[in-house]
Nanobody, 115 residues
Framework: QVQLVESGGGLVQPGGSLRLSCAAS????????MGWYRQTPGKQRELVAT???????NYADSVKGRFTIRRDNAKNTVYLEMNGLKAEDSGVYLC?????????WGQGTQVTVSS
């Protein structure tokens, strides 16, 4: 089992910045993928960004150039730096952990971009 603890959501004005964190514990293993997905009402859960243990990353087109995902393997923590936030970035951001063909999810943290 893997447990995920997220932090860092909140309310921010358009153009502002936020940083999300997600710490994993439990059966982490040496090879895994961590990332963030976004859930908004009436829409399917969508990928925001992922990062593998070795550092390879994947971003949704809508956030490229504005968001940066990074990880600290020693702390089993993934970070999402979000800059230039837009109203359409609002939603519940869920941390995801993938290992050995299994997915684990955090409870989510709300991000609201509004003036």
């Amino acid at each position: 089992q893997v447990q995920l603890v997220e932090s860092g959501g909140g309310l921010v004005q358009p153009g502002g910045s936020l940083r999300l964190s997600c710490a994993a514990s439990g059966s982490i293993g040496s090879i895994n993928v961590m990332g963030w997905y976004r859930q908004t009402p009436g829409k399917q859960r969508e990928l925001v960004a992922t990062i593998a243990t070795g550092g390879s990353t994947n971003y949704a087109d809508s956030v490229k150039g504005r968001f940066t995902i990074r990880r600290d393997n020693a702390k089993n923590t993934v970070y999402l730096e979000m800059n230039g936030l837009k109203a359409e970035d609002s939603g519940v951001y869920l941390c995801n952990f993938q290992r050995l063909f299994r997915d684990y999810w955090g409870q989510g943290t709300q991000v609201t971009v509004s003036s």
